[in-house]
């Protein structure tokens, strides 16, 4: 079946000016992650969804972020008055449940590259 | 001290090499453990998970020392389709959420 997928794939934007990103997960997967990965950083947790609720928000860095999940699905993750330092990828990833066993693996999406001017 | 603690490399390789890569963790509390995989702009794929001391798939073999907070990674015989980033990831270790904290990765080269 199809995999995670993420739109849109690049995202150029000015200053000040409010982004959404979107992720699609795997059909059936329950729980939902959203990372960033700043250039030559590794990935930084921002916040999880188990079905349409986030018990989980302690990466999101400020509170120009937020996110959403609807029907269990789709997640939007909005970023309001945009700054050059959230220039980033953002990856979007699900996996079946939201524990994670030896062998519940996460499955990535190719991300949005997103690039404040 | 960090999370997760890499070596970022890079470390280069000729062809059919066996090299190894380190990992320290600072969460205890972590049950589960893996090694992504990240091509050059491209999102982390599963290399492999590490199960209970260890285990092997292949050309890879991975290690996990929970008393000294430390996992391993040795690929024996390099190919050039080895070459990439290499992430090392614990599960996050609290309230059954399943985040993962990613190392910065340890980049590998492999040459002809």
């Known amino acids: 079946g199809a995999g995670v997928s993420q739109s849109p794939s690049n995202k150029v934007t000015e200053k000040g000016k409010d982004v959404e990103l979107r992720c699609d997960p795997i059909?059936?997967?329950?729980?939902l992650y959203w990372y960033r990965q700043s250039l030559g950083q590794g990935l930084e947790f921002l916040i999880y969804?188990?079905?349409?609720?986030?018990?989980?928000k302690s990466g999101l860095p400020s509170d120009r972020f937020s996110a959403e999940r609807t029907g269990g699905s789709v997640s939007t993750l909005t970023i309001q008055r945009t700054q050059q330092e959230d220039s980033a990828v953002y990856l979007c990833?699900?996996?079946?449940?939201?524990?994670?066993?030896?062998?519940?693996?996460?499955?990535f999406g190719a991300g949005t590259r997103l690039s404040v001017l | 001290r960090k999370e997760v603690e890499q070596d970022p490399g890079p470390f280069n390789v000729p062809e059919g090499a066996t090299v190894a890569f380190n990992c320290t963790y600072s969460?205890?509390?972590?049950?589960?453990f893996f090694w992504y995989r990240q091509d050059c702009r491209k999102e982390p794929k599963l290399l492999m998970s590490?199960?209970?001391s260890g285990n092997e798939d292949g050309r890879f073999t991975a290690q996990l020392n929970r008393a000294s907070q430390y996992i391993s990674l040795l690929i024996r015989d390099s190919k050039l389709s080895d070459s990439a980033t290499y992430l090392c990831?614990?599960?996050?270790?609290?309230?059954?959420?399943?985040?993962?904290?990613f190392g910065q990765g340890t980049t590998l080269q492999v040459k002809p």
């Open positions: 590490v199960y209970s």
């Open positions: 059909s059936g997967h329950t729980a």
């Open positions: 969804f188990q079905g349409n609720s986030a018990p989980d």
């Open positions: 969460n205890s509390a972590s049950q589960s």
């Open positions: 990831v614990p599960e996050g270790g609290s309230s059954n959420t399943g985040k993962l904290i």
């Open positions: 990833a699900s996996s079946p449940t939201g524990t994670t066993l030896a062998k519940n693996i996460q499955y």
